[in-house]
């Protein structure tokens, strides 16, 4: 009998450590891939971008997008640190502005950062690309 009750509890666990590991933010970097980082919090929603298969940019015409943000005057923002993809930018002082549909990354946003810009997503405002 206790045999029965002690595996009862344990098939009634499982599903929720199973839950937990599956949740998390999901990380994108430049070569098309992703990654989860339980360690950034649990909830986030992964927004699914439209990408070349031979790991191409997450924007359909970059030359065509770089034309539109520098036609917006958006601000560079200073930023010290190294810049990289994954990089978290911070909340206050950075305009963050939506991506257009017709530009293929819907869901995210885009800024100037030391005067390039970058796509971040908008609940991290983690950078994952930067358009050169």
Same mark, same amino acid.
């Given at each position: 009998?206790?045999?029965?009750?002690?595996?009862?509890?344990?098939?009634?666990?499982? =599903?929720?450590?199973?839950?937990?590991?599956?949740?998390?933010?999901?990380? +994108? @970097? #430049?070569? /098309? %891939?992703?990654?989860? !980082? =339980?360690a950034?919090?649990?909830?986030?929603?992964e927004?699914?971008?439209? +990408? @070349? #298969?031979? /790991? %191409?940019?997450?924007? !359909?015409?970059?030359?065509?997008?770089?034309?539109?943000?520098?036609?917006?005057?958006?601000?560079?923002?200073?930023?010290?640190?190294?810049?990289?993809?994954?990089?978290?930018?911070?909340?206050?002082?950075?305009?963050?502005?939506?991506?257009?549909v017709?530009?293929?990354?819907?869901?995210?946003?885009?800024?100037?950062?030391?005067?390039?810009?970058?796509?971040?997503?908008?609940?991290?405002?983690?950078?994952?690309?930067?358009?050169?």
């Amino acid at each position: 009998m206790m045999k029965k009750l002690a595996f009862a509890a344990v098939l009634a666990v499982l =599903p929720v450590t199973a839950f937990a590991q599956s949740s998390g933010v999901v990380v +994108r @970097d #430049p070569t /098309g %891939g992703s990654t989860r !980082d =339980p360690a950034l919090g649990v909830g986030t929603v992964e927004v699914p971008l439209t +990408r @070349d #298969p031979a /790991g %191409g940019t997450m924007v !359909d015409d970059t030359p065509r997008f770089r034309t539109y943000v520098m036609e917006q005057h958006l601000p560079s923002y200073s930023y010290a640190p190294p810049m990289a993809v994954g990089t978290v930018l911070p909340d206050d002082g950075v305009v963050y502005r939506e991506v257009p549909v017709e530009y293929g990354a819907q869901g995210y946003r885009y800024t100037v950062v030391n005067g390039r810009t970058v796509l971040v997503e908008p609940g991290t405002r983690r950078i994952v690309q930067i358009i050169n």
